[in-house]
């Protein structure tokens, strides 16, 4: 073999260890590494959900106290905030599908633990009951767990789980969208609608013949969390369990829901006594 020819074997084997070490070091890259590459930190938003999400319509600009949550994620890695347009039900598989990093606002239930990893709780939502009847006041879900009394709920939700298993006696109207069992409520189709706390809060003041919220006891409380991606490294979830816990005990992630829910006039009195966001 020539001198030549040796050379370019040479130089060609070097490319080849250059271009698979290349291949390795971005397969080994990390998540956090992958986000600040791609410079923006995308989670998902729901339209007309608020105090969650709420987008103007002349600006194109999101609001909503998971926006500012994952504004101050995406500070800390130094990245925008990207958010893609999505549904509820469509949430948890945009992050299976890689098409987002995370999505907030997610009820920790046990099938979707089947799908997607979940963090440290954000923030801590009760189930209630918003209702203009004052004889639901002062309940135990024992005593409304029965057949003289009607709630309405939307198919498939959290709260359509927590009828299934403590008032499965009622009689329970399961509706596609949370605005047709709101319809149901205001029609005297239904005594209450079951619902969190969060959204209870702004159905009751949006709408006040709907009636008020009603705490049946024992006050059955749920966690909130922040939905990823399995493919996710560890060093990746051990970052956002880690902001979940230091800012939902320092108060700010209790911080960023009272503030979006000061448009509707809710402040921290308006909550039920013992009530709180930390757990």
């Known amino acids: 073999m020539t001198f030549l020819k040796k050379l370019c074997s040479v130089v060609a084997m070097t490319l080849a260890i250059g271009a698979a070490s290349a291949a390795v070091s971005a397969a080994s890259a990390g998540t956090i590494e992958e986000i600040r590459a791609r410079g923006v930190l995308r989670i998902p938003g729901i339209l007309n959900e608020v105090p969650y999400f709420n987008k103007d319509p002349r600006t194109g600009e999101w609001q909503g106290f998971v926006i500012d949550m994952a504004s101050d994620i995406a500070k800390m890695l130094d990245v925008k905030l990207e958010v893609v347009e999505s549904s509820w039900s469509n949430a948890i598989l945009d992050v299976q599908s890689g098409k987002v990093d995370m999505a907030f606002a997610v009820t920790a239930t046990p099938v979707r633990a089947m799908s997607v990893s979940f963090s440290a709780p954000t923030y801590y939502n009760s189930f209630i009951i918003v209702s203009a009847k004052d004889e639901l006041t002062g309940k135990t879900w024992s005593e409304l767990n029965d057949p003289k009394y009607t709630f309405a709920v939307d198919l498939g939700s959290a709260q359509d789980l927590i009828t299934q298993q403590y008032l499965p006696k009622a009689n329970v109207l399961r509706f596609k969208t949370r605005d047709e069992a709101i319809v149901a409520v205001t029609t005297g189709k239904a005594d209450g609608l079951v619902n969190t706390m969060l959204n209870g809060l702004v159905i009751s003041?949006?709408?006040?013949?709907?009636?008020?919220?009603?705490?049946?006891?024992?006050?059955?409380?749920?966690?909130?969390?922040?939905?990823?991606?399995?493919?996710?490294?560890?060093?990746?979830?051990?970052?956002?369990?880690?902001?979940?816990?230091?800012?939902?005990?320092?108060?700010?992630?209790?911080?960023?829901?009272?503030?979006?829910?000061?448009?509707?006039g809710i402040t921290l009195t308006d909550m039920p006594v013992g009530f709180g966001f930390g757990g």
Do not use: C, H
């Open 205 to 264: 003041k949006k709408a006040p013949t709907m009636g008020s919220v009603k705490v049946p006891t024992p006050v059955l409380s749920t966690p909130s969390v922040i939905a990823l991606n399995y493919s996710a490294d560890e060093t990746f979830k051990s970052f956002v369990s880690a902001w979940a816990e230091y800012n939902r005990r320092i108060g700010n992630n209790q911080t960023w829901i009272v503030k979006s829910l000061e448009p509707f």
